[in-house]
Every structure is written in structure tokens, then in C-alpha cells.
């Protein structure tokens, strides 16, 4: 299947993965922002000090020859810090053009090495926290904006038929998702299901518009179907809705890791139905603990789904998913509706908010689980240790997700909950975590056809 890159930007990202010996690579989108990056400008970069001796010596070659490395060595360079187990020194370099006046990264200043066209920027790092970054260079006085790494190869890549169904509006400059690049310092066990493998059959992906009565405007949803999906199959398939839909498409592959959990007999083979939400402002009006919105799922959005696909009206067979305010919202549209819909693949899920986008009853929806009758709902709930942020409601983002989870196992619901070490309030951990929740909602396993 042809390949396509695509970059992805948002405040100091690029969604690029980084894959050296025994590291492999992921994303990024911050509601609430880290409490802490683990980084430190303590040490410099060994490789660095040494190029800048020779260079200084008058070694005419030493620069060209570590320019000529790097697209086979790639960066950033890692250097390993000795008896700091589970720390490493990592420098970022930047290639300037002529005229480059500054360079930024993390916000942060790079160095100019001597007069060369070198900049670069050493901070110790610790390996358990994976980290976005772009460069923001500034030449002759003109800002460059976000510009990802070059000697960072593999980038975050979508399909062509994923491309071949977004809309411009969702591309280029006006992606949040464009030009970032992704530094992880392990390999990722996801990479067998968030990757496209070849050989392994692809499904079709189709976007459609959707009237949602309630208010007043048409919303995109994109549909995706299993390679093999036949209308008049005998049994009906499994439902995935996700919300935040362009990020389950990009940043979040939802179509290969169906592709690739079908394809190994993993899971029951599923549809899986994108919702777009709009802006950040048009989200915040459908998924904070909003019961229009759960209206339109449930009332309009799946007797639609149910009428144009052969999908199971079994709410146990139905899966809600979501990230940030999206993990939370599938967890209140399914607590309004369980009659419809009896699974929850929450991520990050912002379950300090009050209810109708309020903040003065945080953790609203945590409440009216305790004090409600337990219904048929099943959760798979995610967070990163460090998502540790105080919150506009108060609670703090990780406690009010272990709130829920401890709410629902004293009403006795079956719950998973998974606290992802070193993740903070990103796609990186986000999309590891999917087809972990989807192998625990609807894997052949688990689940009983």
C-alpha cells in the first residue's frame, strides 16, 4: 500500500517517530500541559566538545564529516551518562541556513557552535519520558514558524486512503498535526498494530456528513469497514465510535489497528465511525458532560450507522472511544445511554469536569456514578503517571481518572485501568493504549461472540 507522510504540529511538537537501535517512535496534543519535562541543562555533549576541539584546530573537514553522519546516524544524539541509570544526554542540532539569526526548541535558546552553520541544544533526559520538539529557526530577521527535524527519518506515516479522505481543511497549514517531530527512547510493543504491514488487507475509509438536528449543523464522520465487510454477513458487526475523530484517523491510526488486529483473528471484525467535533470551542460544547450531544449519538448519529452498515444493536457489541475530553465523553454518552451503548475505551479522560461544560460541580459525572444504579457499562480506562496538572475544576488530572476508577469498582463494573509510566496528556501513550482497550472490549479472547 503506498505511503504518504505526514508531519504534525502543535505548540512545540512534530509528530515524527524516531527509530534508532532499540528505540522506536510516536505523539502528541496537550490539553493539560505536563507538570514537568525530566530534562536538565547540566552536562555538555562529549561529541560536541570533540568536534569543536578539531574545528578549533583547524580540521577543515571535521564539520562536513559530521553533517555527511547524520542522515545515516540520525538525531538527536544520545550519550549515555555514566552511573545515572535511566538518564541520557541528548543533543539536538540544527543545520542553519545563511543568515540564521536564532533557533529555538522546547522554547529554549539553541547555541551556535563557533561560527559554523551548527546550532544545538544538550539536556539530560530521562528515558522514561518521550518527548515532542521542533525547530523554530529565524533567518534574516523572518521567522521560519514550526519546522521538524530532517535528520530525524521516520516519520509519522499515514496511508493514502486515510489522505485520500481528509479534507484540505484538515491538512497543511492548518494542521495541528504538521511538522512535528517525536523523540521515544524505547521500542514500542504497539508498533505490530499501529503500523501498516504489507500484505496485510486494508479496509475502505469514506467520509459523510451527518445532520445533527439538535444543533442545527451537518457534522463529518468518517467510516471505516473491514476489508472483507459484506452487507448481508450473518452476523453483524462490532461498532467503534470514536470521538475526536481526525486525531483516531491521523495521530491515532484506528483504521490500521483494526486492519492489523482483524487480519491476526485478534478481535471481532468491527466498523468504526470518526466523529469530527470541530474546534476546540465546538468540542467543549459537545463533550463536556453535554446531553445534547449524547442525544445526537445516540438518538440520530447510530440509527443512521444502523441503517447503511450491518452493525450489531447489542450495546455490549458497541465501543465508545475518546482522548482528553473525548475519553470523558464517551464515558458520560454512554451512562446516558446505556440501552445503546455498553463499552468505554477511555483515554486521559477529563473527569474533573462538572456537568454542561460547568466547573463548579467537579467530577460530576464520577459523582452521579456513585450515587446512581449500576448499568451494563464495561470501561477501559487509560492515563499518563505524569498527567499531574491541577486542573480549572481543582482535582488534580490523574486523581480525578483513579476517582472514577475507584467509583466504579465499588459499584462492581468491570473496569481496566491502566496508568501508562512516563506518559504525559499525548497521542504518544494514546495510541499505544488502543488496541490494548480494543483486545479487552472485543477481543475473540475476552469477549464471547
Known amino acids: 500500500m503506498a505511503q504518504s507522510i505526514v508531519n504534525a504540529a502543535h ?7 524516531l527509530v534508532v537501535p532499540g528505540r522506536s517512535i510516536c505523539a ?15 552536562q555538555e555533549s562529549p561529541r560536541l566538545l570533540q568536534l ?56 529554549r535558546q539553541m547555541t551556535r557552535l563557533l561560527d559554523t552553520d551548527l546550532w544545538f541544544l544538550t539536556e ?45 481543511d484538515l491538512k497543511g497549514d492548518n494542521s495541528q498535526w504538521l511538522k ?24 475502505k475509509i469514506e467520509m459523510f456528513t451527518v445532520e445533527d438536528k439538535g444543533n442545527t449543523r451537518a457534522r463529518r464522520v468518517w467510516v471505516y469497514t473491514p476489508s472483507d465487510y459484506h452487507s448481508d454477513a450473518k452476523v453483524p458487526y462490532r461498532l467503534l465510535i470514536c470521538f475526536n475523530g481526525p486525531s483516531y484517523l491521523i495521530e491515532i491510526p484506528v483504521p490500521t489497528i483494526l486492519d492489523n488486529l482483524i487480519a491476526s483473528n485478534e478481535i471481532w471484525p468491527m466498523i468504526a465511525v470518526m466523529v469530527d467535533n470541530g474546534s476546540a470551542k465546538a468540542a467543549a460544547e459537545d463533550l463536556d458532560n453535554h446531553a445534547l450531544f449524547a442525544d445526537f449519538i445516540g438518538k440520530e448519529l447510530l440509527p443512521w450507522i444502523q441503517k447503511k452498515w450491518r452493525v450489531s444493536t447489542d450495546p455490549s457489541h458497541v465501543i465508545l472511544c475518546g482522548f482528553s475530553r473525548g475519553g470523558s465523553g464517551a464515558a458520560y454518552v454512554a451512562w446516558k445511554h446505556p440501552e445503546l451503548f455498553g463499552n468505554i475505551l477511555a483515554q486521559s479522560g477529563a473527569f474533573w469536569r462538572g456537568n454542561e461544560g460547568g466547573v463548579e460541580e467537579p467530577e460530576w459525572l464520577t459523582q452521579q456514578i456513585k450515587h446512581s444504579p449500576k448499568v451494563g457499562l464495561r470501561f477501559y480506562i487509560d492515563v499518563g503517571s505524569q498527567e499531574t496538572r491541577t486542573t480549572p475544576g481543582g482535582p488534580v488530572f490523574i486523581d480525578a481518572n483513579q476517582h472514577l476508577v475507584q467509583a466504579l469498582q465499588e459499584k462492581g463494573y468491570p473496569v481496566r485501568y491502566i496508568e501508562v509510566a512516563g506518559a504525559r496528556h499525548d497521542p504518544i501513550h494514546w495510541r499505544s493504549q488502543v488496541p490494548e482497550g480494543l483486545l479487552y472490549l472485543a477481543g475473540k479472547e475476552t469477549q464471547a461472540k
Open 180 to 203: 512535528t517531530s517525536m523523540l521515544l527512547f524505547r521500542e514500542s510493543p504497539s508498533a505490530r498494530c499501529t503500523d501498516v504491514h504489507p500484505g496485510t488487507p486494508t479496509g
Open 52 to 107: 569543536k576541539k578539531r574545528i578549533a584546530n583547524g580540521e577543515a573537514l571535521a564539520l562536513s564529516q559530521f553533517w555527511a553522519a547524520m542522515p545515516m546516524e540520525h538525531s538527536p544524539l544520545f550519550e549515555p551518562i555514566t552511573n545515572e541509570p535511566g538518564r541520557i544526554l541528548v543533543t539536538f542540532v540544527w543545520r542553519a541556513a545563511p543568515g540564521t539569526t536564532d533557533v529555538g526548541v522546547f522554547g
Open 28 to 42: 502528541q496534543n496537550p490539553e493539560i500541559p505536563p507538570k514537568k519535562l525530566l530534562i536538565s541543562s547540566l
Open 124 to 168: 539530560v533526559m530521562d528515558v522514561s519520558t518521550p518527548i515532542f520538539y521542533a525547530f523554530f529557526p529565524t533567518v534574516k530577521g523572518e521567522s521560519l514558524g514550526r519546522v521538524a527535524d530532517p535528520f530525524n527519518p521516520n516519520r509519522f506515516v499515514v496511508s493514502d486512503e486515510v489522505l485520500s479522505v481528509i479534507p484540505q
Open 11 to 17: 505548540l512545540l511538537c512534530v509528530m515524527l517517530v
